[in-house]
Nanobody
Framework: QVQLAESGGGLVQAGGSLRLSCAASGRGFSNYSMGWFRQPPGKEREFVAAITWSGGDTYRADSVKGRFTISRDNAKNTAYLQINSLKPDDTAVYYC????????????????WGQGTQVTVSS
């Protein structure tokens, strides 16, 4: 099993940047594709980005292309989400997830989830 813990969220001004981290513990992190999702206030959780087990391929939602970058460091058992040019609409709880399918854009395609980290963007 894999346990996931997100960090790096916070309150930032529009136009700023954040790097979210997803630290994995347990066994087999490098065997899993990783995904990031977000859940804005009052809305459903939505797919943001995914990366293969090796980091060799990534996939992003059209809405975040050009601003969000997903990456991973298997030696550190950590996945990352770099968010640039933050907008108030990016305000959400951000979740990382691990699964065996790539690209996986549906919640049901992931096996393990973190607890989320809050990102709030002020205008």
């Amino acid at each position: 099993q894999v346990q996931l813990a997100e960090s790096g969220g916070g309150l930032v001004q529009a136009g700023g940047s954040l790097r979210l981290s997803c630290a994995a513990s347990g066994r087999g992190f490098s065997n899993y594709s990783m995904g990031w999702f977000r859940q804005p206030p009052g809305k459903e959780r939505e797919f943001v980005a995914a990366i293969t087990w090796s980091g060799g391929d990534t996939y992003r939602a059209d809405s975040v292309k050009g601003r969000f970058t997903i990456s991973r460091d298997n030696a550190k058992n950590t996945a990352y989400l770099q968010i640039n040019s933050l907008k108030p609409d990016d305000t959400a709880v951000y979740y990382c997830a691990a699964g065996t399918i790539f690209p996986a854009i549906h919640l049901s395609e992931y096996d393990y989830w973190g607890q989320g980290t809050q990102v709030t963007v002020s205008s």
